[in-house]
């Protein structure tokens, strides 16, 4: 299940509507902008590799 069917899903068992955008691309300085818009950070404290940084896959051990 995607992010997006949860939330229609949501939307649906709480009796509402709501309308989604599909965003095909997501740079890193439209995240910037997105951050900035709804915290007020200034854009330079908000680069999307600090919001969200890689999380690095865990190593797997045979015996």
């Given at each position: 299940?995607?992010?997006?069917?949860?939330?229609?899903?949501?939307?649906k068992v709480?009796?509402?509507?709501?309308?989604?955008?599909?965003?095909p691309l997501?740079?890193?300085?439209?995240?910037?902008?997105?951050?900035?818009?709804?915290?007020?950070?200034?854009?330079?404290?908000?680069?999307?590799?600090?919001?969200?940084?890689p999380i690095?896959?865990?190593?797997?051990?045979?015996?």
């Amino acid at each position: 299940m995607t992010y997006k069917e949860m939330m229609q899903r949501m939307a649906k068992v709480m009796h509402k509507h709501r309308t989604f955008y599909d965003i095909p691309l997501l740079t890193i300085n439209l995240s910037s902008l997105w951050v900035t818009l709804i915290t007020g950070a200034p854009k330079k404290l908000a680069p999307a590799y600090y919001i969200m940084p890689p999380i690095p896959p865990k190593p797997i051990y045979h015996s």
